[in-house]
């Protein structure tokens, strides 16, 4: 076996002995004595070479006689004092600065007490100088004692570390305690495939110092030169908190070097919590958006929740689904999910079922274009609160079949509306979207049509009627994350529609957060999310790619493929009617829309003739009475689609039966 392999094989003896309490059991009995002989050697020692030092040009005879009992009474007495502060027990391996505090009380102690002794024994013939002397160097070698093991066993391990394969040679931004426990935790990690070379931090008090023996070497500004300069294919990020500004900085300094990043969770920002390295994870697009996270009064929600019957329709959705899985967690009397999709809506009442087995909670198959359907599972349940989720959002899709987006997020949000109002439901909450405003796309106007029926529906109803407006979410069904997650491990390309193109962000948890505080809150008739500033798709793109430790346009390519029909440059949550009156609340705007027009019912029955009709011109020319601002990206030519006849088919007999 190699020099090499033999320390290896005994540093993990030593650490599985640790673990199982066999090296704490036998340095109990025995290690505290060769601990304190150790000592004891030292301390005659350090005596020696203090009156050596003191007198250069030799030793008088009457110091000479009297040293051997100066040296036993100066050893006895700092024996005393380590036993006394518990420092003849001692982990080589845990020890920190509190020990080395409690070893320097130790030694001042002992050297206050030996002084007093020199006064009364020795007073003529030693002289306070070498005592002084002999307290330094005796600090000095008690220390070294102590703490040698530990720093030639991280010396030793971080020399393995680097040399091993697949060794990343990483740098943590942030020299702060979030920085100081993480890097104790890896250098303490023999397994830890991360070789740290040092840390950097924009407090200008910490440049060039080090710590846990690893430089700050410079500042955030200095990553891409540190990066270049010493190989560095890791970044640690050791600031629970650090601003979504500074994150998108640290990405831009970044982007050009294949680098890789992690990050401590913001959760974990109190330091009373041990920071380890199993607590790092991927940097995700949700460090990125340009906002502060939210902080929810779980009380409040708990109060307007529990003990209440909750229906949610689209509940299998991306959004739907969220709402569900909050709502559940503060104990509603009874929760029923509707959806189309019986296999997510299978899936998600099982979860919900194992994670809270204490709430009711029904899982009903249905299409909200059945008005009679919505009737009955109103009946059936009696919902107070209705969460209308369920909706066509990929707004391409729908340019292409108009006519499905009328019917569902029109007529289908109009029979969940009468659905509430018939069975008495004390609010309604519809999911809107900021497309709804100034809308070019059949989507955007179809839910800017929806926020117009539970309005209307609302003059001659007893239920609260409430439209929650919001942009788009990070990791939803359709949205762009998860589409550009998917491009980057195929290699790319990445495509983007345009490098001017922004919209709003917001996680989901936090957007439905806001939506269930909303909605239930009574705030108004259309709620409105602040989500921050609008994010440029672009630049979340270049982003993306380099939080996967690849550089944009070089590993993987982006490339701009144009507007598609009915997309926008930029989204807008509130029109100039809108702006009028507004209120804040916990980010949470309350404004006040234009009325429906008075001949609205009759514009409606014209839209739903055209809709089944799959008279796409005639839909589009309909949005367009209704709503003045919508502005199609393209009209259809003059000529409808005409539907071939099929001649009638007659009924079996056995068809016949079943019928009657």
């Known amino acids: 076996m190699k020099h090499g392999q033999k320390v290896d094989a005994l540093v993990m003896d030593v650490e599985s002995q640790e673990a199982s309490g066999e090296a704490p059991r036998r340095a109990h009995r025995f290690g505290w004595l060769r601990m304190l ?24 005879a009457a110091c000479r006689q009297a040293l051997p009992l100066a040296m036993a009474l100066l050893v006895a007495v700092r024996l005393v004092t380590l036993v006394w502060l518990g420092l ?14 409690r070893l320097e009380l130790a030694s001042l102690a002992a050297t206050i007490v030996f002084e007093l002794l020199r006064t009364i024994f ?123 500004e500074r994150t998108r900085h640290l990405l831009s300094l970044c982007r050009h070097q294949s680098v890789s990043f992690k990050i401590i969770p913001a959760s974990f920002a109190y330091l009373d919590q041990k920071i380890t390295a199993a607590m790092l994870h991927d940097l995700s697009p949700e460090h990125l958006l340009p906002r502060d996270a939210i902080a929810f009064d779980h009380e409040e929600v708990h109060r307007l929740v529990t003990g209440r019957r909750i229906l949610v329709t689209g509940g299998a959705g991306s959004i739907g689904s969220e709402i569900v899985r909050q709502v559940a967690g503060h104990s509603p009397a009874s929760l029923v999910v509707v959806d189309i999709n019986e296999n997510e809506l299978y899936l998600l009442v099982r979860q919900l079922q ?47 079949s108009p006519e499905e987006a009328i019917k569902n997020n029109v007529f289908g949000t109009q029979n969940v509306a009468r659905m509430a109002d018939a069975c008495g439901a004390e609010r309604f909450i519809l999911i809107s979207t900021d497309k709804a405003v100034k809308p070019s796309s059949v989507m955007g106007a179809s839910k800017r049509l929806a926020e117009m029926v539970i309005r209307d529906i609302a003059t001659t109803s007893r239920t609260t009627f409430c439209a929650v407006r919001f942009g788009n979410v990070l990791g939803s069904a359709g949205s762009v994350v998860p589409l550009f997650k998917q491009q980057i491990q195929a290699g790319g390309p990445v495509t983007v529609t345009h490098p001017d193109c922004t919209r709003y962000f917001m996680i989901i948890p936090e957007a439905v957060g806001l939506v269930v505080l909303a909605g239930l809150g009574g705030y108004g008739e259309l709620c409105i999310l602040d989500m921050g500033e609008p994010v440029r798709i672009a630049e979340l793109a270049a982003n993306m790619i380099t939080m996967t430790g690849l550089v944009p346009d070089k590993d993987i390519p982006i490339v701009y493929t144009g507007l598609r029909p009915g997309e926008k440059l930029e989204e807008v949550l509130m029109s100039e009617e809108e702006e009028l009156t507004q209120q804040v609340r916990n980010r949470i705007k309350v404004a006040r829309s234009p009325a429906p027009p008075a001949d609205f019912q009759l514009q409606l029955k014209r839209l739903d003739r055209a809709a089944r009709a799959g008279d796409v011109h005639d839909v589009k020319r309909a949005l367009q009475d209704l709503l003045p601002a919508y502005t199609p990206s393209k009209m259809p030519g003059p000529v409808a689609k005409v539907l071939p006849a099929f001649p009638a088919v007659k009924a079996s007999t056995a068809e016949q039966n079943v019928s009657a």
């Open 88 to 101: 003849h027990r001692w982990s080589f391996h845990r020890s920190g600065i509190h020990e080395a505090v």
């Open 37 to 60: 002989g150790v000592d004891a050697v030292l301390i005659a020692c350090s005596l020696r070479f203090a009156t050596v030092l003191h007198f250069a040009d030799g030793m008088p």
């Open 122 to 244: 020795f007073a003529e013939v030693l002289p306070g100088q070498v005592v002084a002397l002999e307290f330094f160097v005796t600090t000095t070698l008690l220390g070294f004692h102590r703490f040698a093991p530990r720093m030639a066993r991280q010396w030793y391990l971080d020399q393995q570390r680097a040399r091993a394969q697949g060794s990343q040679r990483t740098l943590i931004v942030g020299a702060g305690s979030a920085g100081d426990l993480l890097l104790r935790d890896l250098l303490r990690d023999r397994t830890s495939p991360w070789h740290v070379i040092g840390l950097v931090d924009d407090d200008p008090g910490k440049q060039g110092t080090f710590l846990n023996g690893k430089p700050v070497l410079g500042v955030l500004d200095a990553l891409p030169e540190l990066m270049r300069k010493h190989r560095v294919t890791q970044v640690l990020i050791a600031i629970p908190r650090l601003s979504p």
């Open 354 to 400: 194992s994670r809270y087995p204490n709430v009711p909670v029904h899982s009903v198959v249905a299409d909200i274009r059945d008005l009679d359907r919505m009737m009955r599972i109103g009946v059936e349940f009696a919902p107070q609160y209705v969460f209308h989720a369920a909706a066509h959002k990929h707004v391409p899709l729908m340019e292409d």
